[in-house]
Antibody
Framework: QVQLAESGGGVVQPGRSLRLSCPAP?????MHWVRQAPGKGLEWVAV????????YYLDSVKGRFTISRDNSKNTLYLQMNSLRPEDTAVYYC???????????????WGQGILVTVSS | EIVVTQSPDTLSVSPGERATLSCRAS??????LAWYQQKPGQAPRLLIY???TRATGIPARFSGGGSGTEFTLTISSLQPEDFVFYYC????????FGQGTKVEIK
C-alpha cells in the first residue's frame, strides 16, 4: 500500500500564504487536492494532469490557489495565497485512476495535513 | 454543478446485519460514481468505482449498484470495523461528494 504524506500545513493569518507538498510517485496519473473542514464532509479543490498541462479548480479557490507538480522530484504542490478562514481544513492529495485526472475515482490518498487560517 | 445527496445521514444497524446506503445525483452520471470509507482521523479509502467495481483489497461484503442518478452501497454483514463514515462521489462532470452517511451500532 503506497503511503503519501503531505507537508507544509500549519496556522496562518488571513491573507497570508502556504504551500503544501505531497510526494507523488505517479508521473503517469492525474493528481488531485481534496479538503475536509473540521467535522464536515469532503470537498474537491483542484486537479492536475499527469504532465501538468491541464489544471482545474473549485470556483471558490480560483485565482488564489495554484496546483503544480514536478515529476522529476515526484512531488505535487498546492500554493495557497490570500487564505481565508473558510479555507481551514485538512487537505489531502489523491491519485486519480487516469492520466488526465478526469472521469476517475481516487485510488490513493495522502494522510492529510491541517491548515488553519486564523488571526 | 452536479449535486450529490446521500441518505440517510445516519444508519443504525446491528453487527452482522445488512446495511444499504443510498446516493442520488442531480443529473445522470452514468456509472461514474465511487464510494469511499473514512475512519476517524484517517484519509478516505476507495471501496467502489464505476458504480459496482470493488477496489483492490476490498472485501466481498461490500457491493455497489445503480446507474444514472440512483446508486446504492450494500454491506452484506457488518463487521465492527465497518461502523464508520461513507461518502459517494460523482466524477462524470468534475467531482462532487455527497455529505456522507455515518453507520453506527444499533
Amino acid at each position: 500500500q503506497v503511503q503519501l504524506a503531505e507537508s507544509g500545513g500549519g496556522v496562518v493569518q488571513p491573507g497570508r500564504s502556504l504551500r503544501l507538498s505531497c510526494p507523488a510517485p505517479f508521473s503517469t496519473h492525474g493528481m488531485h487536492w481534496v479538503r475536509q473542514a473540521p467535522g464536515k464532509g469532503l470537498e474537491w479543490v483542484a486537479v492536475i494532469s499527469f504532465d501538468g498541462s491541464n489544471k482545474y479548480y473549485l470556483d471558490s479557490v480560483k485565482g488564489r490557489f495554484t496546483i503544480s507538480r514536478d515529476n522529476s522530484k515526484n512531488t505535487l504542490y498546492l500554493q495557497m495565497n490570500s487564505l481565508r478562514p473558510e479555507d481551514t481544513a485538512v487537505y489531502y492529495c489523491a491519485k486519480a485512476r487516469t492520466s488526465s485526472g478526469y472521469v476517475a475515482a481516487f485510488d490513493y490518498w495522502g494522510q492529510g495535513i491541517l491548515v488553519t487560517v486564523s488571526s | 454543478e452536479i449535486v450529490v445527496t446521500q441518505s440517510p445521514d445516519t444508519l443504525s444497524v446491528s453487527p452482522g446485519e445488512r446495511a444499504t446506503l443510498s446516493c442520488r445525483a442531480s443529473q445522470s452520471v452514468g456509472t461514474n460514481l465511487a464510494w469511499y470509507q473514512q475512519k476517524p482521523g484517517q484519509a478516505p479509502r476507495l471501496l467502489i468505482y464505476g458504480a459496482f467495481t470493488r477496489a483492490t483489497g476490498i472485501p466481498a461484503r461490500f457491493s455497489g449498484g445503480g446507474s444514472g442518478t440512483e446508486f446504492t452501497l450494500t454491506i452484506s454483514s457488518l463487521q465492527p470495523e465497518d461502523f464508520v463514515f461513507y461518502y459517494c462521489q460523482q466524477y462524470d462532470n468534475h467531482w462532487t461528494f455527497g455529505q456522507g452517511t455515518k453507520v453506527e451500532i444499533k
